[in-house]
């Protein structure tokens, strides 16, 4: 177990694994990246809020996607466009960390980062964070990948940021535009916004208090960013 530091302050550990299984237990006992939509309301696939507090008390096994075609498609990929992302963009050196990291002023927060960056001219940490998707056609790009990332994708690099204590993050995705059977990659810069890491940590921190507190929290939620 390491303890990493930023300006001389310590911002989170990293807690090893070696199997699947001692993953999915680590998971299970924080709240990550993927999960904090779900508490904000914003998931767009799930809003199941009953069903994660089930998941973190162990009243409920995590459903194993990994075989979910989508799923399946996006870890394949991953390595693939990370090297993508080395060669294009040399301002960075690139890392990865197979390692939990778990905030340390707020403990039950963690994340699990597909990639490391190092701003090579100013020495800054940031967040890599690799993403597939679908658009079936120009308004659903338009929608949902154009200009920005979609909002489930924003709280989760911002949760990653709270964690790290880091200052900045790249979404990089591969884009398949089924109408034209083409793919495009975009690049989003995304830089850490205080107030809504502030809205997350509030919500995560009334989340919780249900899981330590073994109490059901209501099913609705939903809280504005």
Same mark, same amino acid.
């Given at each position: !177990?390491?303890?990493?530091?930023?300006?001389?302050?310590?911002?989170?550990?990293?807690?090893?694994?070696?199997?699947?299984?001692?993953?999915?237990?680590?998971?299970?006992?924080?709240?990550?990246?993927?999960?904090?939509?779900?508490? !904000?309301?914003? %998931?767009?696939? %799930?809003?199941?809020?009953?069903?994660?507090?089930?998941?973190?008390?162990?009243?409920?096994?995590?459903?194993?996607?990994?075989?979910?075609?989508?799923?399946?498609?996006?870890?394949?990929?991953?390595?693939? =466009?990370?090297?993508?992302?080395?060669?294009?963009?040399?301002?960075?050196?690139?890392?990865? @960390?197979?390692?939990?990291?778990?905030?340390?002023?707020?403990?039950? !927060?963690?994340?699990? @980062?597909?990639?490391?960056?190092?701003?090579?001219?100013?020495?800054?940490?940031?967040? @890599?964070?690799?993403?597939?998707?679908?658009?079936?056609?120009?308004?659903?790009?338009?929608?949902?990948?154009?200009?920005?990332?979609?909002?489930?994708?924003?709280?989760?690099?911002?949760?990653? @940021?709270?964690?790290?204590?880091?200052?900045?993050?790249?979404? &990089?995705?591969?884009?398949? =535009?089924?109408?034209?059977?083409?793919?495009?990659?975009?690049?989003?810069?995304?830089?850490?916004?205080?107030?809504?890491?502030?809205?997350?940590?509030?919500?995560?921190?009334? &989340?919780?208090? &249900?899981?330590?507190?073994?109490?059901?929290?209501?099913?609705?939620?939903? =809280?504005?960013?």
């Amino acid at each position: !177990m390491e303890f990493k530091e930023i300006g001389g302050i310590m911002q989170y550990r990293e807690i090893e694994y070696h199997s699947k299984e001692e993953w999915h237990s680590i998971r299970r006992k924080h709240i990550g990246g993927s999960d904090c939509s779900i508490i !904000m309301g914003h %998931n767009p696939y %799930n809003e199941d809020i009953q069903e994660l507090w089930r998941i973190k008390t162990g009243r409920e096994k995590q459903k194993d996607i990994s075989d979910v075609p989508a799923v399946k498609n996006g870890i394949l990929q991953e390595p693939h =466009l990370r090297g993508i992302f080395d060669a294009q963009y040399p301002e960075f050196k690139v890392d990865t @960390l197979e390692k939990t990291l778990v905030s340390l002023k707020y403990p039950f !927060m963690s994340a699990n @980062l597909d990639g490391v960056l190092e701003d090579k001219t100013s020495k800054e940490k940031g967040i @890599l964070e690799i993403k597939t998707a679908r658009c079936m056609n120009w308004k659903q790009f338009e929608r949902d990948w154009k200009n920005e990332v979609p909002l489930h994708y924003h709280l989760q690099v911002q949760h990653y @940021l709270a964690v790290t204590g880091w200052k900045f993050a790249v979404l &990089f995705a591969n884009i398949k =535009l089924e109408w034209t059977d083409e793919s495009i990659l975009k690049r989003f810069n995304i830089e850490r916004d205080e107030d809504d890491i502030k809205e997350i940590i509030k919500k995560e921190i009334w &989340f919780n208090s &249900f899981v330590i507190n073994d109490i059901e929290p209501p099913s609705k939620t939903k =809280l504005m960013i």
